[in-house]
């Protein structure tokens, strides 16, 4: 009998596109609560209005990264959503942000 797998341990190995991929789920994440959003909007001095735009822009994804890294409880309400673990939310703040983390 096989165990049930954990959806913490949902591990895709972390690169780009899965780093921009957990990003778009933070803005859904965010989204989804309008006390979140409202603090993060106001955080980023964006408008709701410019905010699908803004999306579009790889700098926006890392911004985000950046702005649930801040906050420990934030990621970690973030990681337990998607499934993940704080770590590969970090993993992918790194790969979206390379200049602000160098070797």
């Given amino acids: 009998m096989n165990p049930k797998p954990n959806p913490r341990a ?3 190995a972390m ?3 899965r780093a921009e991929a957990l990003a778009v789920e933070a803005l ?3 989204g989804r609560s309008p006390e979140r959003l409202v603090r993060f909007l106001d955080s980023s001095g964006m408008r709701p209005d410019t ?3 803004a999306a579009q822009s790889p700098d926006f994804l890392a911004g ?3 702005y649930v890294a801040q906050d420990e409880d934030l990621l970690l309400a973030f990681a337990d959503e998607a499934g993940v ?3 590969s939310v970090m993993q992918a703040r790194r790969l979206l942000s390379p ?3 160098p070797d």
């Fill in 10 to 12: 949902r591990a895709a």
């Fill in 99 to 101: 200049a602000a983390f």
């Fill in 28 to 30: 859904g994440f965010l």
């Fill in 64 to 66: 985000l990264m950046d």
């Fill in 51 to 53: 905010l699908r735009a």
């Fill in 15 to 17: 690169d780009h596109a």
């Fill in 85 to 87: 673990k704080p770590e």
